[in-house]
């Protein structure tokens, strides 16, 4: 069982929708992150949050909104996506914001399609 | 540009014999590998890392080489099972230190053979 938890498991939505992920921990963990992976490609980093500051857009559009209401939670808020936007989204935490000997642990994502 | 690779895209290995997974890198300045498993519909699960610093951990039926110089990893499974059959990434943390951002590598596909 995964210590990251994911909602919801699938999502389908419409260009013009508004939605949201989610993910919790109770690890204890200070650093969470929101990574996107395409079929048949390796996991790349959307988003880092340190101590519930975000440190890290990896040039991610406007579209994708990040949100951290406190150290277990995290957002990321979804808006006017477009079809190519489609994949799994995954959401994963560590205990340490610097990361030496602090892998992080994933969540099952979300399968989001956008239509 | 792929700082991260995995040469191979699948692996096909027979039941208790021993999986050694590959990955190069270019940057010498990652200071931090892992390896990760997937199975389909679910997250990566880490399964065991290593510092710069060493050049070899290990953790029961799983070992991490890490040859600096050549700028390469491997992970060996001894004895391999049929459930280690999923896919395998392996992933450096960026440099610049300041956060712990990992690249994944493109991902090995691993077929354990009853």
């Known amino acids: 069982d995964t210590e990251v938890t994911q909602t919801p498991k699938h999502l389908v939505m419409g260009m013009t929708n508004k939605k949201s992920l989610k993910c919790e921990q109770h690890?204890?963990?200070?650093?969470m992150y929101w990574y996107k992976q395409k079929a048949k490609k390796p996991p790349e980093l959307m988003f880092v949050?340190?101590?519930?500051?975000?440190?890290i857009n990896e040039s991610v559009p406007s579209r994708f909104s990040p949100e951290c209401p406190n150290s277990s939670l995290l957002n990321l808020h979804l808006h006017a996506l477009q079809p190519e936007d489609s994949a799994l989204y995954l959401c994963a935490s560590s205990q340490d914001p610097l990361g030496y000997n602090s892998p992080l642990h994933f969540g099952n994502g979300t399968r989001l399609t956008v239509t | 540009d792929q700082q991260v690779k995995q040469n191979s895209p699948s692996l096909s290995v027979q039941e208790g014999r021993i999986s050694i997974l590959n990955c190069d890198y270019t940057?010498?300045?990652?200071?931090?590998f892992l390896w990760y498993k997937k199975y389909p519909a679910e997250g990566p699960t880490f399964l065991i890392s290593?510092?710069?610093?060493?050049d070899k951990n290990e953790d029961g039926r799983f070992t991490v080489f890490l040859n600096k110089s050549a700028k390469h990893l491997s992970l060996h499974i001894v004895p391999s099972q049929p459930g280690d059959s999923a896919v395998y990434f392996c992933a450096a943390r960026g440099y610049g230190g300041a956060t712990n951002k990992l690249i994944f590598g493109t991902g090995t596909l691993l077929a354990v053979q009853p």
């Open positions: 690890m204890g963990h200070r650093a």
């Open positions: 949050y340190s101590y519930e500051k975000l440190s």
């Open positions: 940057n010498s300045m990652f200071d931090y």
């Open positions: 290593i510092s710069s610093i060493k």
